[in-house]
């Protein structure tokens, strides 16, 4: 299922919306992938650049070829981001524009939910991948309620127009849980498939700090919120507020599924 609200064109507003916990999680990620260094790494749906930053920081690669079908991205990351072993393209996860067995590693960062045909994404993953190379990807946990100001918004957002609640991520993304990705994994025939949680915090100052980035378009919940009359986007923010409070800072819990596999 897709969405016309789902906006992810704009890399500032995008950086407002989810790029800062992005950043968080991708550390957390590369944490427990561990993975070796001085590798030629492929990265599909780079987004701003959360991740790709924090492979550059953290991981000594080799080289990094950043995808990601929004020209609009792709400039964002480029132009922030001044590195000689890394280079932008656009491009679609099942096109991915590098030869057979040319990459050691290929990771995506909360992407492969909206690409419509993961086992295509997967096996393209598959191809690029030298002998014994890494597949490592994480994705929200949206079924399972981990993204809880993305589940906030959602509630409120229903309980003023009931037909938003089609559009909630964990309606639309079942696939987000520890056994949905293994079996991914799985019919991809990758093997030392392993599964895990990566757990951190998003922290708002107030509801102000909260509210602003569902205003500015990029993503699901903030292009739904655009998309309202000006009516009604008060009164979801009037009940958003009733939701998560207004007295002080704001912090909810937010949970992603990473997993990793080898081929032969």
Not at 100 to 128: H, W, Y
Request: proline share 6%; charged share 25%; net charge negative.
């Amino acid at each position: 299922m897709s969405s016309q609200h789902d906006a992810w064109t704009a890399g500032h507003s995008y950086e407002h919306y989810m790029g800062r916990w992005s950043r968080v999680i991708a550390w957390r990620f590369l944490e427990w992938l561990d993975p070796p260094e001085r590798r030629d790494w492929l990265e599909i749906g780079c987004g701003t650049g959360a991740l790709t930053a924090t492979i550059l920081a953290k991981c000594d690669p080799a080289s990094i070829l950043a995808t990601d079908q929004s020209d609009d991205f792709v400039r964002h990351a480029a132009d922030t981001m001044h590195d000689e072993r890394v280079r932008f393209e656009t491009a679609e996860a099942r096109a991915l524009p590098v030869g057979d067995a040319s990459v050691d590693i290929v990771t995506s960062g909360l992407v492969l939910n909206f690409i419509p045909d993961k086992p295509a994404a997967l096996q393209e993953m598959r191809r690029v991948l030298r002998p014994g190379g890494l597949v490592a990807f994480y994705v929200w946990d949206y079924p399972g309620g981990g993204m809880g100001f993305i589940d906030a918004f959602w509630r409120a957002a229903a309980a003023c127009d009931p037909a938003a609640a089609s559009l909630d991520e964990g309606k639309r993304f079942p696939f987000c849980t520890a056994e949905g990705l293994k079996g991914l994994c799985e019919e991809a025939g990758l093997a030392d498939i392993a599964v895990t949680p990566l757990e951190v915090t998003t922290r708002f100052d107030d509801f102000n700090a909260f509210w602003r980035p569902f205003t500015l378009g990029a993503g699901p919940a903030p292009g739904y919120c655009r998309n309202l009359e000006e009516p009604q986007r008060e009164a979801l923010k009037h009940k958003l507020a009733e939701e998560v409070g207004t007295d002080g800072a704001i912090e909810l819990p937010a949970r992603a599924w990473a997993a990793r596999g080898t081929i032969g």
